[in-house]
């Protein structure tokens, strides 16, 4: 076995192999893992190419497994067998009616979280698995449905369709808000501005304003947004509002505008699923995703019907 590589394999190509094993076929496997056909023959060059051999030999009426992929089977068999002796595992759900749908944890904290209830009940029921992680998986490698994210366009490999845009303003705590008072927008340089992944928000906002903006010693910055929500709440300087992440806090109280002059922020928020035609629960879901979002239902059936 080669394992050039130094990746730990994903638990979902196991997964992925052990249900090919079983099936004697991809799409068996497919359907046994709400994937797409695709999706289960990826996972598996993932597998052969990290082992350097064939695990699987392809025919007309399926695959069976080599000599190497027999012994490979036992051995993932066994380690499965063993991981299910532990009660307390979570065991992910599985069914037609499962959607795998991935985010950064501030828009699945702030925006899909409040409204997760409206997206699993209405107008029927739906399980939303949600993958919560700040890198840009390979979808169809990965098992994932759907994807909301926040970005400046399309990601090569994936079908996306913009799902709206925010204008930004600055907000702070009420304490600080009340010693930035009124004036011209040049006031709050005297104080840190929080940044979140760069700087992009606040050099959009000032340049709407003719000022030129560049990050400073004293100023901040947070990978995360919901961070950056909670240290402008608690002083540590001046944040940009991002609409509509920021309405239940806004209407809390917690934080509060410091200046009414808005500008359009370059990041906006799109909706991406792999190439290939979605699952029925995974087509629902994206429409009831762009309602929510106030998508045009046209331009979400284009996204629908787009293959790549």
């Given at each position: 076995m080669d394992h050039s590589s130094e990746q730990i394999l994903p638990l979902e190509t196991l997964r992925a192999f052990d249900a090919a094993a079983r099936t004697g076929s991809f799409s068996a496997a497919a359907e046994k893992l709400?994937?797409?056909?695709?999706a289960v023959s990826r996972q598996i060059a993932k597998l052969e190419d990290w082992l350097g051999l064939k695990v699987f030999e392809r025919n007309?009426?399926?695959?069976t497994l080599t000599n190497e992929g027999n012994r490979l089977h036992l051995r993932t068999t066994e380690a499965f067998a063993l991981i299910s002796i532990n009660s307390?595992?979570?065991v992910e759900p599985r069914g037609t009616a499962v959607v795998r749908l991935a985010s950064i944890p501030s828009v699945s904290g702030l925006w899909l979280m409040p409204r997760m209830a409206e997206l699993e009940n209405n107008p029927t029921r739906l399980r939303i698995v949600l993958d919560v992680d700040n890198r840009q998986a390979d979808l169809a490698d990965e098992g994932i449905d759907l994807s909301v994210r926040c970005g400046r366009g399309r990601i090569p490999g994936r079908v996306s369709v913009q799902l709206f845009e925010e204008h930004i303003f600055p907000i702070a705590s009420p304490e600080l808000a009340k010693e930035i008072g009124h004036g011209d927008p040049g006031r709050l340089l005297k104080f840190p501005l929080i940044n979140d992944s760069d700087a992009s928000g606040w050099r959009a906002w000032f340049a709407a304003q003719d000022i030129d903006y560049r990050p400073r010693p004293q100023d901040r910055r947070f990978e995360d947004y919901n961070l950056v929500l909670d240290a402008a709440a608690h002083g540590l300087g001046v944040a940009l509002a991002r609409p509509p992440l920021t309405q239940d806090q806004l209407?809390?109280?917690r934080i509060v505008a410091v200046d009414?002059?808005?500008?359009l922020n370059?990041?906006?928020?799109?909706?991406?699923?792999p190439v290939g035609r979605p699952?029925?629960?995974?087509?629902?879901?994206?429409?009831?995703?762009?309602?929510?979002?106030g998508l045009a239902?046209?331009?979400l059936e284009t996204f629908l019907q787009d293959d790549g």
């Open positions: 709400n994937l797409t056909h695709g007309a009426r399926g695959v307390d595992r979570w209407k809390s109280g009414e002059r808005i500008a370059p990041v906006s928020y799109w909706l991406d699923r699952r029925a629960a995974a087509a629902d879901l994206a429409r009831r995703v762009a309602e929510q979002a239902p046209e331009k």
